[in-house]
């Protein structure tokens, strides 16, 4: 079993800044991508970013160029720098982490959401 424990939301005045962590814990083989992904209310739930363990990094079109996402794999936790924050960054933002386990199965672990609000 893992457990995923984010941290960092809150509310941001618009173009301000926010970083969100996700640790991992639990027995596992290792983490192959953390994610971080938002759902905003009435929309359906998006990628934002993601990081493999080779730090190869995909992101959403709205945060690029905006959003860094990074990770540390000695201590099992990913990273979102989130800079030039806008109103419509507002949602709960979710950690994923693609975890291979000691029975070399893949299972997808989720964060139980951090509230990110941007607004004056």
């Known amino acids: 079993q893992v457990q995923l424990v984010e941290s960092g939301g809150g509310l941001v005045q618009p173009g301000g800044s926010l970083r969100l962590s996700c640790a991992a814990s639990?027995?596992?083989?290792?983490?192959?991508?953390m994610g971080w992904y938002r759902q905003a209310p009435g929309k359906q739930r998006e990628l934002v970013a993601a990081?493999?363990?080779?730090?190869?990094?995909s992101y959403g079109y709205s945060v690029k160029g905006r959003f860094t996402i990074s990770r540390d794999n000695a201590k099992d936790t990913v990273y979102l720098q989130m800079n030039s924050l806008k109103p419509e960054d507002t949602a709960v933002y979710y950690c994923?982490?693609?975890?291979?386990?000691?029975?070399?199965?893949?299972?997808?672990?989720w964060g139980q959401g951090t509230q990110v609000t941007v607004s004056s």
């Open positions: 994923k982490a693609v975890v291979v386990t000691n029975s070399l199965d893949t299972l997808d672990y």
């Open positions: 639990g027995t596992f083989f290792r983490i192959n991508v």
């Open positions: 990081i493999s363990v080779g730090d190869s990094t």
